[in-house]
């Protein structure tokens, strides 16, 4: 079996993305790493090549800046990646993503379970989604709770907006793909970089989602009843970067107003409280 890891960046360390740390959590698992670094304005390129390691192969690309509509840019980026990728799997991995030291072997183990069974497309992962401090976690249906990161890299997927796969099959209509679950967690940690550092990715990013970002950004703009405590442990290669880059006060905005889409969300928790749902949205088909 060979694992191939993959992913995309640009401008990593100008919108304080952990790149570094997400790309050596998952360096121990594959076999080789494709990493497609957009030209920009900071060192990311520099920051990982100095990672050395005989695994990693950098793909330089310039994005289409022409392009506004719905992520699709970040499609082409992600797929340029995987492209260049030959192993059995293809793990995509985002940039404020970690992977925990302790669940290695639980995806290897899943990884070699899987192979032989052509009907498991993808792998879907359990998510952590860490708001405001690495101290408590968004759980609202807003946020999902399990998603695709491993891909069978011996079909005709693509990716529509760089977030999830679709599995194309003929060539008039896509799919989803069937995923079994690793059992293992993604841990993500995009929403506790620094204020300022997130003012400006979404800055940046918001060019390609046909929108335009505000000038500032404050954690505490969110209903504070989707969050709850964290009880578990970091992945211990994230451990410097939360104590040096990560937000660590959350402040709830008083005068914050409840949105319809904040209000929708409390009344599907209240059902999944009741009946033991999961209304979050799911990108693959589970695979039984």
Not at 11 to 36: A, C, H, K, Q, W
Not at 110 to 130: G, N, R, T
Request: proline share 5%.
């Amino acid at each position: 079996m060979k694992i191939s890891g993959f992913t995309f960046l640009r401008n990593g360390t100008l919108m304080g993305y952990p790149y570094l740390e997400s790309i050596r959590s998952l360096l121990p698992l594959v076999d080789e790493f494709v990493i497609n670094i957009g030209a920009g304005n900071d060192d990311t390129y520099e920051r990982v090549a100095a990672i050395a390691d005989p695994k990693i192969r950098i793909i330089r690309s310039h994005w289409n800046e022409g392009i506004h509509a719905k992520g699709f840019v970040y499609a082409q980026q992600k797929m340029i990646a995987q492209y260049n990728c030959t192993g059995d799997w293809a793990f995509y991995l985002e940039g404020d993503e970690v992977l925990h030291e302790n669940d290695l072997n639980r995806i290897r183990e899943s990884m070699l379970l899987h192979l032989p069974d052509p009907k498991v497309e993808a792998l879907a992962f359990h998510y952590h989604h860490f708001y405001g401090t690495p101290n408590q976690v968004a759980t609202s249906p807003a946020w999902y709770r399990n998603e695709v990161r491993v891909i069978r890299n011996t079909i005709r997927t693509y990716a529509p907006d760089g977030l999830y796969w679709m599995v194309m099959p003929t060539h008039r209509r896509g799919r989803h793909p069937h995923a079994a679950h690793t059992g293992a967690h993604i841990y993500h940690y995009g929403y506790v970089r620094s204020a300022e550092r997130m003012a400006e990715k979404n800055r940046r990013v918001a060019q390609y989602w046909d929108g335009v970002a505000a000038s500032t950004f404050d954690y505490g703009n969110i209903d504070a009843r989707i969050l709850v405590p964290f009880s578990g442990s970091h992945p211990g290669i994230i451990e410097a970067w939360l104590d040096n880059e990560a937000e660590q006060t959350f402040r709830p905005n008083p005068s914050y107003r409840l949105s319809k889409r904040d209000k929708k969300h409390r009344i599907s928790m209240k059902l999944e409280k009741w009946f033991g749902w999961d209304l979050s949205r799911k990108h693959y088909l589970p695979y039984k």
